[in-house]
Structures are given as C-alpha cells and as structure tokens.
C-alpha cells in the first residue's frame, strides 16, 4: 500500500502566502509607485483576500517596505553567487560587474523600485533605503571592496583607490542605461536593442579587464573567459515566478 502524501504543515503554507503577497506587491508598486499601487489589486494577484493581507502586513506602507527589501535580498543573493568561486580576486570583481549589467536590463521590478526610492530621498522625504543599505547592500558592497583590496594586495589589480575601481565598474552600467533615450536620439540607434546591449556588455568588461588588471592581458583573458562562461540573460529571465492558486 503505497505511503500516504504528506501535507504542508500550516507553517509552510503561511510561507507560501506571503511569498505570494511579496512578490505580487513587487510587481504592483514598481508599476504604480507607493501612493499609486493598489492594496486591493496585490490581494487578488496574490490570490488572497484583502483582510489576509493585512494579517501579514500591518498596512500598505508595511507591506511595500517588506516588498522592497525582499526583492533586494533576492538580488543581491544573485550578485553574490559569482563571488563565491574559486576564482581569483580579479575575475570575481569582474563577474560582479557583469552581473551588475545582467541585473539592471533584467530586473526591471527592482530598477524602478530603486528609482522611486532615490527620488524621494532626494526630496527629503521618509524612505525605505536605509534599513536595506544596512542589510543587504552595505555587506554586499563590503565583501566585493575585500576582493579589490585582495587583488591590489597580490599584485593582480593596479593599486588604485578600490571604491574609484567600483564607481568605475558598476558606474558605467548605470550611465549606459541611463543615458539610452538621448543617446538614442543623437545616434538613430537603439541602445537597448539587445544586440546593441550585447556589445557594450562586452565592451565594458573587456574595457575593465584592460583598465584594473595590473598586467592587461592577463585581463583580456579573464574577461573573455567570464564573457565565455556567462552569456547576456534575456530580460526578465530573474522575474519572480508565478504562483498557481488552488481553487481558482
């Protein structure tokens, strides 16, 4: 007599539940923003009543905070995962740049969450970054400033300032997607084709493997090496998955 199924134990579904409510609040308020976002839409994508919602959140500002550092975490376990290699210091600063590429054109829920996020700091209003600096990024950031000083200590990086190595690094991706509407315009081009990001992605990391690499072409074969081993995702290849309600 074959063995019974085991069922979930509530434990297990509550988890579930608020994945759900999580990962449908991300996509809710990238699209709408905080003030714009509607908690009624996010239950029903969820596949929850409102009142659950609110079981497990105690208000909408509760629930975007929660949503936000859950995408943030998730993110960040995604750079992280290059950086836990056997490889030299040099080639992991190099992987996390690309993923830092990879992570902007992909992670279009998260990118805008983060927009939102800066522009109402600047405003000086009340924002949800800090706790997440504190606990995601700033360990982040920590660990690939260690590889840097790592590879100026073994002589594989040039002994430049290792934070000016990551405004380098990561600082060009930002400005590429943020500059493609108007260079766009100057060029007649479409930087955000995907075989125009196809070429600056390489051309960025061959571009680093030449600039930070104490003997460039020791460079030049890490780059090709970490290009050869980590093909462009297509956009939304890391969106959160979708979620089957039973009964409905």
């Known amino acids: 007599m074959p063995a019974p199924t085991p069922t979930r134990s509530n434990a297990d579904r509550a988890d579930q539940t608020r994945t759900r409510i999580l990962e449908s609040a991300v996509l809710e308020f990238s699209e709408h923003g905080l003030a714009g976002a509607r908690t009624e839409q996010i239950a029903e994508a969820a596949g929850v009543n409102k009142a659950l919602l609110y079981y497990y959140f105690a208000g909408k500002e509760a629930l975007y905070a929660a949503a936000l550092e859950d995408v943030a975490q998730r993110v960040v376990e995604k750079s992280m995962e290059g950086m836990d290699s056997d490889c030299s210091a040099g080639e992991q600063v190099l992987r996390f740049a690309l993923n830092h590429f990879d992570r902007i054109h992909s992670q279009q829920?998260?990118?805008?969450?983060?927009?939102?996020?800066m522009m109402r700091m600047h405003r000086g209003e009340t924002n949800a970054l800090t706790p997440?600096?504190?606990?995601?990024?700033?360990?982040m950031m920590f660990v690939l400033r260690d590889q840097l000083l790592e590879g100026k200590r073994t002589g594989e990086l040039?002994?430049?300032d290792e934070w000016q190595i990551m405004y380098a690094a990561q600082g060009a991706n930002v400005f590429y997607f943020l500059s493609a509407p108007v260079m766009g315009m100057m060029t007649g081009t479409n930087p955000l084709e995907r075989n125009a990001m196809e070429f600056r992605r390489k051309a960025a990391l061959e571009f680093l493997g030449l600039a930070i690499f104490?003997?460039?072409q020791h460079g030049a074969e890490v780059a090709a090496r970490v290009l050869a081993s980590s093909p462009m995702p297509p956009s939304g290849e890391f969106k959160f998955r979708k979620f089957e309600v039973k009964g409905k």
């Open 132 to 139: 997440i600096v504190e606990k995601v990024f700033r360990p």
């Open 158 to 160: 040039i002994d430049a």
């Open 109 to 117: 829920a998260f990118q805008s969450l983060m927009q939102q996020e």
């Open 214 to 216: 104490s003997d460039r």
